[in-house]
């Protein structure tokens, strides 16, 4: 079983190149992260891609985390970092109103001094930037109200740059998602192949869905227990709920491998309830 995930596509290498290259065009800055794991799904270097850059951070998929601890990393994250926040899904639809008039405010500066300097007025330039899978495309095909990017679930689908327009007041520029160069933490390599930020072929299924049950015992204890109808001094693990589910294969083993994958499926659709697998806690002599 595989006990080491290390994830760095090229296509993604490059995008953070060009991420670079297309920053000198850019006014203001949104930020994607996984409100699951608000700190894990977060990038290290923003400041130092997007130097005196006004930046917008949204905690997507907050439909499928936990509206307490939502809040408790929204205030954190704005007071660590001085940015607006905004808690966003894809069920929301006031979120949309917010995204923009957050970008149309920040530029606010910018183009008076475009104005003072008689330069002509133009659109508010802005870019998404975040990690694979946390909701980059989708969130600009729900600002642009059609799927002019392409997008699916698997982690880094998004391949090229492309200019959008929003309105008339604002034009985007859709990137790849960006990744570490090394995935030297490995705890934060687990949490994103938890929310599948991380392509399939760089882990084992049963290794991560062993540490997520492990993660979901620790902190949802209760929720995990109820989903899967065990009772309160039952061992909760992959074979066991193999069991449960009757999913065995022939023989009598439990299928492990088709039970890990259908825990990891219905965790990253909000099934088995709302988490929040980043604790501020966890995370304070770094934060």
């Known amino acids: 079983m595989t006990q080491h995930i290390h994830w760095y596509p090229g296509h993604i290498a490059k995008a953070q190149k060009q991420l670079k290259e297309k920053l000198n065009l850019i006014d203001v800055v949104i930020e994607v992260i996984d409100a699951r794991i608000p700190y894990s799904s977060k990038y290290k270097t923003t400041y130092e891609l997007c130097p005196n850059k006004p930046r917008i951070i949204l905690m997507n998929k907050s439909d499928v985390s936990d509206s307490e601890q939502n809040k408790i990393w929204a205030d954190k994250i704005s007071q660590i970092s001085n940015c607006k926040v905004i808690i966003t899904s894809f ?40 990690m694979p899978n946390v909701g980059k495309s989708s969130t600009i095909n729900r600002l642009i109200k059609r799927s002019k990017t392409k997008t699916g679930a698997k982690a880094g689908v998004t391949r090229q740059q492309q ?15 960006i990744i570490p160069t090394v995935q030297d933490d490995q705890n934060q390599a687990l949490r994103l192949a938890f929310v599948n930020s991380i392509g399939e072929n760089a882990y084992d299924s049963e290794y991560v869905a062993n540490n997520l049950i492990e993660r979901l015992k620790e902190i949802y204890p209760i929720q995990l227990q109820q989903y899967y109808g065990f009772k309160e001094n039952e061992t909760i693990n992959i074979e066991a709920i193999a069991h449960k589910r009757s999913w065995i294969l022939k023989g009598g083993a439990p299928d492990t491998k088709r039970t890990s994958q259908i825990i990891l499926s219905t965790f990253r659709e909000g099934k088995i309830g709302k988490f929040t697998l980043d604790r501020i806690e966890e995370f304070n002599e770094l934060i």
């Open 91 to 130: 069920q929301n639809k006031n979120d949309i109103s917010k995204i923009t008039n957050a970008v149309i405010s920040l530029a606010d500066g910018i183009m008076q001094k475009r104005k003072e300097k008689g330069l002509l007025p133009r659109a508010v330039r802005t870019m998404v930037i975040g």
């Open 163 to 177: 200019w959008v327009r929003i309105n008339d007041k604002i034009e985007l520029l859709d990137t790849p998602g």
